[in-house]
């Protein structure tokens, strides 16, 4: 019986040793090399009040090295650090600690943990040396100076940085941090990120062994509503120049990161009143036509592409009847003001922002650009639609969208709305 028992046990861990793997080109969760939450929220003015918390973790028994780069609501990298997991590790981390606190996840691998009581590995786990991460890992806290930490708190609610003078985020000028995270798997400790396309290349890897969730969490008012991370699966071999791919746009279209890429086109239900007399939000990342940098605060974002504009967006009552922002209601004073959601990610509400006429529904988001993307040739962006429900001022619901279709295979048809 007992090395019946064993036998069983080493069977269990080779199934744990091999990730399932799904379709590329359809966003599954499963383990993948890269890793979006597509929307961070951080309130400064109530050290209670929102933040943002997310997960990184391993699902193999290699221990791996996974890069974070934080990036703002206009798609601007402002920081990146490196996280090692042992086999199986899990890592959690408070973005309101490290835009606060300036503090970074405290990890090394063996090299830097020879007692290893920094990542401790557990029985059936593997820990290995990152030589290149000596002198980086562990982070010795706080990591983040506090001079770089107000040019953060700044430029993520999009006031000018008090070390350029420029400007990174959208001006919602609110006391509120707001952006979104990629996390890749990688080959060494670095500090590049992938719109340096050419330096940070040598430096991923395609092993699809990430998985996670976030969350976003009120403490003020009892409330928290999260989701799976975006997982981004990788392969060498599946995609071609010219493919959409995930990092394409900093990679001039030539597929190198592998990356599988994400629709452009999504399905995402609305309540705007009985149970959830708080409404409905999407939150919305987008792909930009092309790689940003800080600009003049005399601009309202990038000059290469903002703002965003989408090809249709169709909202759906319960009884299919179909408005758009150009067939509102003939009373409706807010008929002559245009639909946009122009920046790389952000929070809709569904009443105001969408123009919703109706209390329940669904909304039709054909988020595909107006303008071309030149990396590619063509207006097919990527986006992801994640539905943010809420009552009572702290009960909340979170879940993705419905992808339509995937940035290879767009949708090309228009609903026929009058």
């Known amino acids: 019986m007992k090395r019946a028992l064993i036998a069983l046990s080493v069977l269990a861990l080779a199934a744990l040793g091999a990730p399932a793997k799904a379709t590329l080109g359809t966003i599954d969760t499963v383990p993948a090399a890269t890793l979006l939450v597509p929307y961070f929220e951080v309130d400064l003015a109530h050290p209670n009040g929102t933040n943002t918390l997310f997960s990184i973790n391993n699902a193999s028994a290699t221990a791996i090295l996974a890069h974070v780069v934080f990036w703002s609501d206009q798609s601007i990298p402002v920081l990146d650090f490196d996280v090692y997991l042992t086999g199986y590790d899990v890592q959690t981390i408070s973005i309101r600690d490290i835009l606060v606190n300036g503090n970074l996840p405290v990890t090394a691998s063996a090299g830097q943990d020879p007692k290893d009581t920094i990542s401790p590995k557990g029985p059936v786990s593997q820990d290995i040396n990152f030589a290149s991460c000596s002198g980086v890992l562990p982070y010795a806290n706080p990591a983040v100076s506090a001079a770089f930490r107000a040019h953060l708190q700044a430029i993520l609610q999009g006031n000018a940085s008090p070390v350029n003078g420029q400007c990174y985020g959208s001006k919602k000028k609110d006391g509120v941090l707001r952006g979104y995270v990629t996390v890749d798997t990688i080959n060494a400790c670095n500090l590049f990120d992938p719109s340096t396309w050419a330096t940070y290349f040598p430096f991923i890897t395609f092993q699809n062994v990430l998985w996670g969730d976030w969350f976003i969490v009120n403490p003020d008012n009892n409330s928290a509503s999260g989701d799976d991370t975006v997982n981004i699966e990788a392969s ?30 999504w399905a995402a239900r609305y309540v705007n009143g009985g149970g959830f007399d708080g409404g409905t939000d999407f939150l919305v990342w987008r792909e930009g036509n092309a790689s940003a940098a800080p600009y003049s605060c005399s601009l309202q974002g990038p000059a290469s592409w903002y703002p965003l504009g989408s090809t249709q967006i169709v909202i759906f009552d319960e009884e299919e009847q179909p408005v758009t922002s150009a067939s509102c209601p003939s009373g409706d004073p807010t008929c002559t003001t245009t639909i946009v959601i122009p920046n790389e990610t952000q929070r809709i509400d569904v009443a105001t922002d969408l123009l919703s006429p109706f209390d329940f529904g669904w909304a039709y988001l054909n988020l595909q650009h107006t303008k071309i ?7 097919d962006a990527q986006s992801w639609v ?32 009058q």
Not at 254 to 259: C, E
Not at 403 to 413: F, G, Q
């Open 386 to 417: 994640a539905v943010n429900m809420s009552a009572e001022g702290r009960y909340e619901v979170g879940y993705p969208g419905t992808a339509l279709d995937n940035a290879n295979a767009p949708i090309s048809t228009i609903i026929p709305v």
């Open 373 to 379: 993307i030149a990396a590619y040739g063509d207006d």
């Open 236 to 265: 060498t071999t599946a995609f071609v120049p010219g493919d959409h791919t995930f990092y394409g746009r900093y990679n001039g279209a030539t597929a190198q990161d592998g990356r599988e890429p994400l629709p452009t086109t």
